[in-house]
């Protein structure tokens, strides 16, 4: 952490604090961690009755916090005192950080005016204050298309690790861009090397495909929205399937089509299919696809932004389904139940648990 973010955490957290009890710092004391040293707080703040701990990280991202969430459950067992009240504090806080925190019963607060803490007698709730620290320019996006073959690799077989070599080889990425990428997870906890091998792997699938699905937006890839008369989005799903299938068309049901496939989640309207180029106006007359508007369509044709998105395909009952963590991945956002559908495949094909 740069000591100018580290100043502002010392700066504005105290006033943080105080704002929730008008003003009263009460008696605050920082400490600063040696190599080797018993494990200490960034910050305890003692007011109105109630002592806060305090660890802050550079970024809200999933590794980090779940590292906060293990570093500061741990200081408070080693200190004994269960009348604490331990704050993860970062500059913003995203969605599956909060998840992290809610699922471990952690509280947190954001340098950007976000709070959610609790400990006896005590509820402080702050949303909807937008993020101050979106950098400025391109921000190094791990999970950019290309990049994102490096997170897909390691989820699709948590169980291996892979020099960077070997990842520029399956990944077909250059050795440059592979190392900038695995430097980053690693700097965010995501990925683990080992030292004798040089080897990394994920260090926590289920965090890695948490941060993945924080970045990603499906609506960057290319979408045709049309309509099928078909009278069941199963219906729907089988006929585009087999037309593309008679005219050799490489395609992958992802989305709700891809849910049902997987882990047989509910009826459904919405058929999303993956294509490798635009279709032609001659294959949509044969798709029986109409209208070009997403409103009201049925059927969605998606050519993706990276062709990585046809890795480890399978075939599901005759249709050729995307990889679980794709169909997880486009469940985003997507209309309908898509939600529970997107928990339903999780549930179902990507229960990895802690590879830790």
């Given at each position: ?197 040089n080897a990394v792997r994920a260090q926590r699938p289920d965090l890695l495909l948490d941060a993945w699905r924080e970045n990603y937006q499906f609506d960057k890839h290319s979408i045709i929205y049309g309509f099928s008369a078909q009278r069941t989005g199963e219906a729907t799903m089988r006929f585009i399937a087999e037309e593309l299938e008679a005219n050799k068309i490489e395609y ?105």
């Open positions: 952490m740069s000591r100018i973010l580290e100043h502002q955490f010392e700066k504005e957290v105290p006033e943080i604090i105080s704002s929730w009890f008008d003003g009263d710092k009460g008696k605050v004391s920082f400490e600063r961690r040696k190599t080797n040293s018993r494990r200490k707080t960034d910050l305890t703040q003692k007011t109105h009755g109630y002592t806060f701990v305090v660890e802050w990280k550079a970024a809200g991202t999933t590794g980090l916090i779940a590292d906060a969430i293990k570093n500061i459950k741990k200081l408070v067992i080693e200190i004994g005192d269960d009348t604490l009240i331990p704050i993860i504090a970062v500059p913003f806080m995203g969605e599956a950080g909060r998840k992290l925190c809610e699922e471990e019963h952690i509280s947190w607060l954001d340098l950007s005016g976000n709070a959610h803490v609790t400990g006896p007698g005590l509820r402080i709730q702050i949303e909807g204050k937008p993020n101050k620290f979106k950098s400025v320019g391109r921000p190094r996006n791990v999970f950019a298309p290309k990049s994102s073959r490096i997170a897909r690799e390691f989820l699709i077989n948590p169980e291996i690790a892979l020099t960077q070599r070997e990842l520029a080889k399956k990944t077909r990425l250059n050795e440059t861009m592979v190392g900038r990428i695995v430097r980053e997870l690693e700097r965010e906890n995501l990925l683990t090397r080992n030292k004798q091998s992958a049901a992802t989305g709700l089509a891809g849910a049902w496939l997987l882990a047989h989640f509910a009826a459904f309207r919405t058929a999303t299919f993956y294509l490798k180029e635009i279709p032609s106006p001659n294959l949509l007359k044969e798709l029986k696809i109409t209208g070009q508007s997403k409103n009201g369509g049925n059927v969605w044709l998606v050519v993706p932004n990276d062709e990585g998105v046809f890795e480890e395909i399978s075939m599901r009952e005759h249709i050729r389904c995307a990889h679980p963590v794709q169909v997880y991945l486009d469940l985003k956002e997507q209309p309908e139940r898509s939600s529970e559908a997107a928990d339903a495949v999780r549930r179902e094909c990507l229960n990895w648990g802690n590879v830790e």
